[in-house]
């Protein structure tokens, strides 16, 4: 149900003696985190890529749930896909936190019902990966995220002179704390992330 370009193919599954299986396409290029820092307007292409694939999944009520720099990859076409769908859930309450704890958003923490913004505050937080190298909240762990919200993070042109004003908006509004203040979908990020790479 989520065949896109911009998603990682399942071609079948199953089980057998050693327990479930499935297999997928095999990728070939590198995982975003080995890759960060990039030239802005590469994280911006990479990043639409991945705004696309998570649209369709939220026109289906679902999350990703897990979207980080480890689960974007970048093909030998520079485009890139988004794997790891372990995570996924639909949307609404949750009981369960899961994530790279530097992308988990307050509501989650607070196991407050999840919407689309849940995955678009990670979009922000991996885009601030792509752009800088560095987390905007770094934290090893969950109990580490309330400590590491108390400072909030500075631009990324701060760390990489040259990236646009708009795009610094961008990700800082992707990284509120507070929901309301976050785009309202992913379609909006794309096209933002469109416009300032003039993508």
Excluded at 22 to 39: N, Q
Excluded at 49 to 73: I, K, Y
Aim: glycine content about 6%; hydrophobic content about 45%.
């Amino acid at each position: 149900q989520l065949a896109h370009p911009n998603v990682v193919a399942v071609f079948d599954f199953g089980t057998d003696e050693l327990g479930p299986y499935y297999t997928m396409e095999l990728l070939e290029g590198e995982p975003l985190h080995t890759l960060a820092p990039l030239p802005w307007t590469e994280a911006c292409a990479l990043l639409r890529d991945v705004c696309s694939a998570v649209a369709l999944m939220h026109s289906r009520r679902m999350l990703h749930r897990d979207l980080s720099p480890r689960n974007v990859h970048r093909t030998r076409e520079g485009r890139a896909k988004l794997i790891d769908f372990g995570a996924m859930a639909p949307m609404g309450p949750c009981s369960t936190i899961v994530g790279t704890p530097p992308l988990v958003p307050p509501e989650a923490l607070l196991r407050q019902p999840l919407d689309a913004r849940v995955d678009l505050y990670a979009i922000g937080g991996t885009l601030y990966y792509a752009l800088t190298g560095r987390h905007a909240y770094p934290a090893r762990d969950l109990p580490q995220l309330h400590t590491a919200w108390r400072t909030l993070p500075v631009p990324p042109s701060v760390y990489v002179p040259g990236i646009p004003t708009e795009l610094d908006a961008l990700v800082l509004s992707l990284l509120s704390l507070e929901r309301m203040a976050r785009p309202v979908n992913a379609a909006e990020v794309l096209e933002r992330l469109s416009a300032i790479a003039r993508l």
